[in-house]
């Protein structure tokens, strides 16, 4: 069963910083695409940051470019995202989101709570 387990989401003041996690197991991760997304309250889920899996690309919402980064360690199977310069905005949750290679089939995390503010 694809299993995907976040976590680092925390209280943290405007302009700090934070790294997620999400530990992915159940699937062959190395080729799969990793996102992560996240959802205020009374606002729609977003796209925050994809990273592939073959020759591994990135991509960001323009909210978040040049202060988030979506990473990955395969031997690890698990994906990050740190956020520098966080602002109240951002205060979300943050859901991990795989899709296997070949599958056509996405799966979801259960989400971290991240909250900015002072």
């Known amino acids: 069963q694809v299993h995907l387990v976040e976590s680092g989401g925390e209280l943290v003041q405007p302009g700090g910083s934070l790294r997620l996690s999400c530990a992915a197991s159940?699937?062959?991760?190395?080729?799969?695409?990793m996102m992560w997304y996240r959802q205020a309250p009374g606002k729609e889920r977003e796209l925050v940051a994809s990273i592939t899996g073959v020759n591994p690309s990135t991509n960001y919402a323009d909210s978040v470019k040049g202060r988030f980064t979506i990473s990955r360690d395969n031997a690890k199977s698990t994906v990050y995202l740190q956020m520098n310069s966080l602002k109240p905005e951002d205060t979300a949750v943050y859901y991990c989101?795989?899709?296997?290679?070949?599958?056509?089939?996405?799966?979801w995390g259960q989400g971290t709570q991240v909250t900015v503010s002072s």
């Open positions: 989101k795989a899709r296997p290679r070949f599958t056509g089939v996405n799966y």
């Open positions: 159940g699937f062959t991760f190395s080729s799969a695409v």
